[in-house]
């Protein structure tokens, strides 16, 4: 089970608060979650923000290629 705060960048927000770096989708209640993806990033900081959607299909990319 992942631990929540895992999912939390270095300044303590969590992924709902900011828009999908991908295509902007802004979370509400009861819309799809976003994700922090680290991709390599040294600091949480850096890393982006996904919606499911976004993360999905950049997942199915990667395997694809």
């Not at 939390?8 to 969590?14: I, Y």
């Not at 799809?32 to 959607?53: M, P």
Request: with cysteine; hydrophobic share 30%; charged share 30%.
């Amino acid at each position: 089970m992942i631990d929540d705060d895992a999912r939390h960048s270095v300044d303590g927000s969590h992924p709902n608060t900011r828009p999908c770096d991908a295509c902007g989708h802004i979370w509400f209640a009861g819309e799809r979650r976003h994700e922090y993806v680290d991709d390599g990033a040294e600091h949480h900081k850096a890393a982006q923000v996904l919606c499911v959607l976004c993360l999905r299909q950049r997942r199915l990319t990667r395997a694809q290629q």
